[in-house]
Structure formats: structure tokens, C-alpha cells
């Protein structure tokens, strides 16, 4: 599906694919841009559509995976090559993408609830924290 969802969101620049209407985001729809990473393994470049916010001249996803045990394979992937790009809408632009430190995930997390109040239960599920990814604008392209 997500597949499918990348591949709409790219040729009508997010008209199609930019929101999120499932769960929580079917009361009130949540913006959703592609993320590209590179495979920490296999250096192959994916592309994975994700629920954001911005928070100043940064962007911020979740690393929710639903809730599952483990950290999803975007998130190791940008653990290990952090300069990569996003696309909102129309829009792709470089970013370094790094973890938000407990301070800031602290103010973000409430933040993030009221974009998407399904978070909250996805870390009651997850026996391990959630991370909070900021992305943050790159300059060097």
C-alpha cells in the first residue's frame, strides 16, 4: 500500500496521498510527506510516506510503527545516513535527520498528540520509548 501511496503522492505533488483520513486521522486528516532513506545494508535508496509536523524551521515524524516492538527500518536507516530528503506537496528538500534528545521530546510529544492522538496509544502498546525524529534543513544542496 505504501507503495501505491508514494507513487500517487509524487505525480499529483501530494493532491493524492498527502493526507492521512484513517484511525484518529479520520476525525481530523494529518499531512503525510515522503521520506527518503538510504538502507544501512544494502545502500539501496526507499522511499516511505509518514504522518508530520513542523515545528519551526524543522519537521518532525515518529518512529511509531504502529506501536510494534521494534524501530521501524526508516528510522535505523536514517540512524546510520542522517543527510537525505523530504518531499512535502510539490516540495523536496534536504534535511539531517537526528533524534530528539528527552528535553525536546518532551515538548514535542504533546504537540504530536494533538496532530495525531493514535501516538498515544501506539507507545502505550510499544515496550520500548518512541523515537521523535527532527528533520532539519540542509543548506548544502
Same mark, same amino acid.
Given at each position: 500500500m505504501a507503495k501505491a501511496q508514494v507513487w500517487a503522492y509524487r505525480r499529483t505533488h501530494g493532491r493524492l496521498g498527502g493526507t492521512w483520513r484513517i =484511525?484518529?486521522?479520520?476525525r481530523k486528516p494529518v499531512p503525510v510527506l515522503l521520506l527518503e532513506h538510504r538502507g544501512r545494508k544494502?545502500?539501496?535508496l526507499?522511499?516511505?510516506?509518514l504522518l508530520y509536523m513542523t515545528d519551526g524551521p524543522d519537521t518532525v515524524v515518529v518512529a511509531s510503527q504502529g506501536?510494534?516492538?521494534k524501530n521501524?527500518?526508516?528510522y535505523l536507516n536514517l540512524r546510520s545516513h542522517p543527510?537525505?530528503?523530504?518531499?512535502?506537496? =510539490?516540495?523536496?528538500r534536504p534535511v539531517r535527520a537526528r533524534t530528539a534528545d528527552p528535553q525536546e521530546r518532551s515538548r514535542l510529544w504533546p504537540r504530536l498528540l494533538e496532530v495525531y492522538a493514535?501516538?498515544?496509544?501506539?507507545q502505550a502498546?510499544?515496550?520500548?520509548?518512541?523515537p521523535v525524529v527532527v528533520l532539519h534543513p540542509r543548506a548544502d544542496e
Open positions: =484511525a484518529a486521522g479520520f544494502s545502500g539501496r526507499y522511499t516511505t510516506p506501536g510494534l516492538p521501524p527500518q526508516w543527510d537525505t530528503h523530504i518531499q512535502i506537496r =510539490a516540495q523536496r493514535d501516538f498515544e496509544f501506539y502498546w510499544a515496550e520500548r520509548e518512541i
